[in-house]
């Protein structure tokens, strides 16, 4: 599945598209929908940096 983030709202977020794709991971994992694995997983990012 992917996601599209339209411009406007990438824009208006006033941060890039990847600070905005780890912000929307982050709000995941802190609302308990992902776990800190899945997280780190999807942020690319090694588990004790996430």
């Known amino acids: 599945m992917s996601l599209v983030i339209s411009e406007d709202i990438v824009q208006a977020s006033g ?3 990847k600070e905005l794709v780890l912000e929307l991971i982050i ?3 802190q609302s308990k ?3 800190i ?3 780190s997983q999807l942020a690319k990012m ?3 940096q996430f």
């Open 27 to 29: 709000l995941l994992f």
């Open 46 to 48: 090694p588990l004790l």
């Open 37 to 39: 694995g899945k997280a």
């Open 33 to 35: 929908k992902i776990s």
């Open 15 to 17: 941060l890039s598209e």
